[in-house]
Structure formats: structure tokens, C-alpha cells
């Protein structure tokens, strides 16, 4: 899979976050983001 492909994915998920905070977030746990009011979503990675 493509890392940055994958981050841009994520980006609405995490307004909140500067880009580097949403990054380490999402390279911590490939398996859910967090996503408004704190919740997380399962998300499907593109190999």
C-alpha cells in the first residue's frame, strides 16, 4: 500500500489535528482514526 495515499484518506477525519499530530495518530493504529467528537472509525487499507 501507498502510506501517503492512505493519509490523504484520512485528513477529513482529523480537522482537528495539525497534519503531523493526524500522521502519528493514524501510523499508531492502522486499524481506526479518530474521527469527530472523539469516535473512531475502522477504515479498509488499499494494498
Same mark, same amino acid.
Given at each position: 500500500?501507498?502510506? @501517503?495515499?492512505?493519509?490523504?484518506? =484520512?485528513? @477529513?477525519?482529523? =480537522?482537528?489535528?495539525?497534519?503531523?499530530? /493526524?500522521? /502519528?495518530?493514524? @501510523?499508531?493504529?492502522?486499524?481506526? =482514526?479518530?474521527?469527530? /467528537?472523539?469516535?473512531?472509525?475502522? =477504515?479498509?487499507?488499499?494494498?
Amino acid at each position: 500500500g501507498n502510506p @501517503e495515499i492512505r493519509f490523504q484518506d =484520512i485528513k @477529513e477525519f482529523n =480537522i482537528n489535528d495539525t497534519t503531523q499530530e /493526524a500522521k /502519528a495518530k493514524f @501510523e499508531s493504529s492502522n486499524l481506526h =482514526i479518530p474521527g469527530p /467528537a472523539g469516535h473512531t472509525k475502522p =477504515i479498509k487499507l488499499q494494498e
